[in-house]
């Protein structure tokens, strides 16, 4: 590979790692929402969490449990894109 492709492939790793930085934090901010949903789930008296607002702050606890989970996927994918571009530079 010539200088100019690798100085091309360094510029997009750059690229990459500034991606997964972000991720990490909007992943941050997402897990503090979900916490805090969390608590107001758990915070409710018995009778409440059965109900509807107990339900739908129980599910949106749950949706963002796993968005967080998706955006760890994402990262370790990243982390993968990142391994095969230094392997193609030698």
Do not use: H, W
Request: with cysteine; charged share 35%.
């Amino acid at each position: 590979m010539n200088a100019q492709r690798r100085k091309a492939l360094s510029t997009l790793r750059g690229t990459i790692e500034e991606l997964k930085a972000k991720i990490e934090e909007a992943k941050s901010e997402i897990e503090t929402l979900k916490d805090e949903e969390q608590d107001y789930f758990d915070n409710m008296p018995e009778g409440f969490q059965q109900g509807d607002k107990g339900q739908a702050a129980e599910a949106a606890a749950d949706q963002l449990s796993t968005a967080c989970d998706t955006l760890d996927s994402v990262t370790s994918e990243l982390d993968e894109v990142v391994d095969r571009l230094e392997e193609a530079c030698g």
